[in-house]
């Protein structure tokens, strides 16, 4: 299935006067629970063959920003609306925890920041978020671009090897953002050289075995898993296990090593901020360092394991995807070409040539827009809520009981017709920064002056509408490591390389996980530049 002719959604069914009165007497006879909520009957061929979102578009098209899915006895509530978005992921976040992902997530990452219950959560998240501080990120540039240089030298040794007299090659580049998001999280996280882009290990393996078990089980409805014994019956249940093992191992050894090698004199640099002539700027040389021997190794592992999925496949996919927009588009390309050769003519990135490249940032920011990585945010309530009203007739708000599975929709909020023009077009440019007064096109309800000092268009400018990172207290705490480290390697690509894809773009299938991907690889014709 093409993925432009999926990409184009019906146009938004206008509703009548008579649907709202009708839903606003349902709302007001069933007192406004979830008995008066659309609901849309899932069928369980809708889970299989297309990405469960595509389906959760149509149903928001018909029944509009807040609906019920039921699923045979099993429903969840799905939400495409920024003021329901924003109240339950900012507002009343505490009145959620993240239900289904966390019994799925629990058994990889412990009690890491993703699926840990609250208190661990504010616990850790209070100990994590400093170590994403601005120095922290400055010196991660240096990571990024060694790492990206790494992974052109190789294309470039391909294209010596494959043909010299074209220049050119054929590549399946998300296999190649995979392996170098994966150097880069290592590094930065651990202090680790996976060096995926030039050999395979079995660490290596383990990981993309984690991973590839990580996306079974949340496409997977039953969690058999959790049976008795199929730890040690099922398969692929003991390879998972086995690769979860040498993981673990590996991180063991490197908080060992970490806690052995902890020097008062790099405490105190850490303390005054100074990287420059510290050799390990690791998150865990960090958190070690700052916490002493206090931190509980069990903790920092799960914390680790974390952070290596949640920053591994997220920048990978948003690499994958800006390509493939941008190779749909030659003048885009053109541009961000231009834009890339005369930021960085005298050849070195750093934090200031990074500010300049505005336009990379704009193409990985609609991106996330057009392919949000994940594209469904999971909660399930803790106790009674009362979501807010004003949208489809709904006007009191629905009541949401104690144990309600909710999805938020990033991916229809990022396409609402409601919320932006043009909403299914790669437009980098509609979050170009407004004169004052002017707003963006495309935003609705764009404040310019809230835009101030904002290093990126994000979820407060937009009023929730635009969720690249999440929001609230559980927001994305790699946003800026992500984006930088995307900038980075998508401008030394462009700056190497002329891209197009191989074939046609409705031939690159797509399926999801936690995040969207392809169905079999982004294959790409680089042409070396002159
Ligand atoms: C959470 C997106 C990269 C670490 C999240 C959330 C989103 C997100 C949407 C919120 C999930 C929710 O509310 O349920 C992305 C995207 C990335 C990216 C699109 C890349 C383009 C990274 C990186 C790291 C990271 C590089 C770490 C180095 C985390 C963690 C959380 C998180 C730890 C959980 C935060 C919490 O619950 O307190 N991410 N992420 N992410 N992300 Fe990212």
Redesign the pocket.
Known sequence: TSVDNQQQPPKPKQRNLLDNASNLLTNFLSGGGLGAMPVAEGAVTDLFGKPLFFSLYDWFLEHGSVYKLAFGPKSFVVVSDPIVARHI?RENAFCYD?GV?AEILKPIMGKG??PADLDT?KQR?KVITPGFHALFIEAMVRIFTRCSERTMSKLEELIETEDREQKTIIVDLEAEFSNLALDI?GL??FNFDFDSVTKESPVIKAVYGTLFEAEHRSTFYIPYWNLPLTKWIVPRQRKFHSDLKVINDCLDDLIKNAKETRQEDDVEKLQQRDYSSLKDVSLLRFLVDMRGADVDDHQLRDDLM??LI??HE??AA?LTWSVFLLAQSPTKMKKAQTEVDSVLSNGAITMESLKKLEYIKLIILEA?RLYP??PL??RRSLRPDKLPGGYNGAKEGYEIPTGTDIFVS?YNLHRSPFFWDRPNEFEPERFSVPKKDEGIEGWSGFDPDRSLGAMYPNEIIADFAF????GG???????Q??LL??TVALALLLRKFDVELRGSPDEVEMVTGATIHTKNGLWCRLRKRT
């Open positions: 992921l993240k992902l920041l993703i959560w998240r999280i930065g996280v974390t952070m949640a920053g997220t920048t948003v996330l990585q994940p945010l999971i990033i969720l690249p990172f999440g207290p559980r927001k994305c705490v790699g946003d490591f992500a480290e995307s």
